[in-house]
């Protein structure tokens, strides 16, 4: 049990330090209103699906295959930025969409 927590401590404080490091970016699309959640982590930047899908190896490790976890890092970050404030907002056309989507799944 004691482990089972650590782990989740230890993605939740990691997040946190993303969220205070302002590395939460929300992507507003116009005019379609699409919003897309990113963290720009250590080696790229992930992008996030609706706060519940992370493109990380970790969650899809840890998360969908093992289900041992409810979140990565990443995750935590989105929440903990939003309740802190410490996000960045950006506008981008739809337009450029494809553009943006393909830089971030370039993992
Ligand atoms: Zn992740």
Request: charged fraction near 25%; proline fraction near 2%.
């Amino acid at each position: 049990m004691f482990q089972k927590n650590q782990i989740k401590i230890s993605r939740f404080l990691r997040g946190l330090k993303s969220a205070m490091e302002g590395r939460v970016k929300k992507y507003i699309f116009v005019p379609s209103g699409i919003i897309r959640w990113v963290v720009t982590g250590e080696k790229s930047d992930y992008l996030t699906i609706e706060n519940r899908f992370c493109l990380c190896e970790d969650f899809f490790l840890n998360g969908v295959i093992k289900r041992k976890i409810p979140a990565c890092y990443h995750l935590f970050a989105i929440q903990l930025a939003k309740t802190l404030d410490t996000f960045q907002e950006f506008k981008i056309s739809d337009k450029d969409y494809d553009f943006y989507i393909n830089e971030w799944l370039l993992l």
